[in-house]
């Protein structure tokens, strides 16, 4: 089991004071936490010490004969700037507090020394120190890898992406995440929250819900709020409470709910329905729209406020087909990734599969992607992928061309004219569905058919509504 005492074990603190007393005092107090401790009268005896036994935090006295504290900081940091100092001032001195801060120590304790606060300084410095070495290994493994996370991609917006993710992943500050559908959004949203402190606690994703339920799912109710409420249900803010609510379409959220979203923002409050009690919560909120939101101001469909107060950290993420340089990256993981879900030895694409799968635009993105991937590996029958599967998985979408994907081949297309407008429908109707998370009167009037019609070709091609409502995603994720 790690206790305390073993987690601490091994991490070496220098503390630099005249006063025996109070040395002995933090000398016994820092050991019982399992901390190793050396001790020195002052600043160049700790010198010495510090050049041969390398500490890994200093606590020094400002006060002290020969050299002070201050300028003993400055001395050490010159010498590395990876070993953290904390600094002792007198009591009232904040002049010290403040220069020792500007110099480029961790952080300062005031005398008289409480012990909470020295226990609590000293811990909260390694944590930070942790989380600095974490992130400078993150930041060395994604340049290798042209990866974080999950999140595949070697193009220069995307490590500046990743740098971003690392850097705000420990703030708390709202985040607004924009880019067309599929681009990974939601993935991106997820690492923020994975990347910091946060991860101990939820990320709850808020995907399409309807207008009725929306406030009771958001803020929870009473008993008795409304017909049907036949017991207390805490909602999704307060389930997030110490983590991050994810909007997944911050667009689709009507004007009175912005309202309340916009108090809950600027005061940490809320009420549930049907109660009196104000609750306080710690919520890092992480917007997603692919709408223009600066237009739905103008149209007076969006608060402006509200924009202003979620737009603290904008993030753009860039459409496939402006990183086409990352589709082959992004090929080989899913190719790897549904062969081994599928059992499959698939070893490569031929290289007419690639040029068309580049050449193609993507309106859909990495999900498209993903999705045509999927398919390819599972119909293949070969190790290797070829024009003649990708005939069998055409790419359709509003906006593609069969044709230019396919014209680079050179193989039979041994598939008739039936199966092959059947399989375009299919894939067009799923397309849809997809964008349109699996709402069919949407997605009917999208396909310019009645909902009867939309119904009827799905069982045609046995696809399932259930398939593409995302908002199911909500309830595995909590
Ligand atoms: N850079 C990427 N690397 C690996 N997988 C990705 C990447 N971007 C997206 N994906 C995958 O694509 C799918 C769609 O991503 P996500 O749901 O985050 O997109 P989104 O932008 O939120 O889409 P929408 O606007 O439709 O909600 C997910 O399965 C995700 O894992
Ligand atoms: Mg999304």
Redesign the pocket.
């Known amino acids: 089991m790690i206790t305390k005492d073993t987690m601490n074990r091994n991490r070496k603190i220098l503390i630099v004071e005249d006063d025996r007393q109070v040395t002995k005092m933090m000398k016994l107090l820092l050991s019982k936490e399992g901390y190793d401790i050396d001790t020195s009268t002052n600043g160049h005896d700790a010198i010495e010490m510090f050049n041969n036994e390398r500490p890994d935090l200093v606590i020094t006295d400002v006060k002290m004969p020969m050299m002070n504290g201050l300028d003993l900081a400055r001395r050490l940091l010159a010498i590395s700037k990876d070993v953290p100092i904390i600094i002792v001032t007198a009591f009232g001195t904040v002049k010290d507090a403040v220069e020792a801060i500007k110099l480029g120590a961790s952080n300062y304790i005031t005398k008289p020394i409480s012990t909470q606060e020295l226990k609590l300084t000293v811990k909260n410095v390694f944590e930070k120190q942790e989380l600095v070495t974490e992130l400078n290994t993150l930041r060395k493994e994604l340049k290798k890898n042209y990866?974080l996370g999950?999140?595949?991609?070697k193009h220069h917006h995307?490590q500046e992406l990743y740098d971003l993710i690392l850097t705000i992943s420990s703030t708390n500050s709202n985040v607004l995440i924009t880019?067309?559908?599929?681009?990974?959004?939601?993935?991106?949203a997820r690492s923020i929250h994975f990347s910091g402190p946060r991860q101990k606690n939820h990320f709850v994703p808020i995907a399409a819900l309807p207008e009725s339920i929306l406030e009771s799912e958001l803020f929870g109710y009473e008993k008795g709020a409304f017909t049907g409420a036949i017991k207390c249900k805490i909602g999704k803010f307060e389930f997030a409470n110490g983590g991050t609510i994810f909007f997944?379409?911050i667009g689709d959220i009507p004007l009175t709910t912005q309202v309340k979203l916009l108090r809950i923002i600027q005061e940490r409050k809320f009420e549930r329905l049907g109660g009196n009690e104000t609750i306080s919560i710690d919520v890092r909120i992480i917007a997603?729209t692919?709408k223009d939101l600066e237009k739905m101001i103008e149209e007076g469909k969006f608060r402006e406020d509200l924009y202003y107060r979620l737009n603290v950290i904008p993030i753009k993420?860039p459409s496939l087909r402006e990183r086409k340089e990352?589709i082959p990256l992004?090929i080989e993981?899913f190719v790897k990734k549904y062969s081994m879900a599928n059992d499959k030895k698939i070893k490569t694409l031929s290289q007419d599969v690639l040029n068309a799968l580049i050449s193609y635009d993507w309106p859909g993105?990495?999900?498209e992607l993903?999705n045509i991937i999927e398919r390819l590996v599972v119909m293949a029958r070969n190790d290797e992928i070829t024009t003649g599967d990708l005939i069998k998985t055409p790419l359709v979408t509003p906006n593609s061309n069969i044709n230019t994907v396919v014209n680079d081949s050179n193989e039979m297309l041994d598939i008739d004219l039936k199966e092959f407008t059947d399989n375009c429908e299919k894939e067009y109707i799923k397309t849809i569905l997809?964008?349109n998370?699996g709402r069919i009167e949407t997605s009917a009037e999208c396909l310019k058919v009645g909902t009867k019609t939309l119904y009827r070709k799905m069982k045609k091609y046995n696809i399932k509504k259930d398939d593409f409502r995302?908002s199911e995603g909500l309830h595995k994720n909590i």
């Open positions: 990866r999950d999140i595949i991609g995307m880019g067309e559908t599929g681009t990974g959004k939601e993935l991106v997944d379409e997603a692919h993420i990352d992004l993981h993105n990495v999900r993903q997809t964008k998370k995302e």
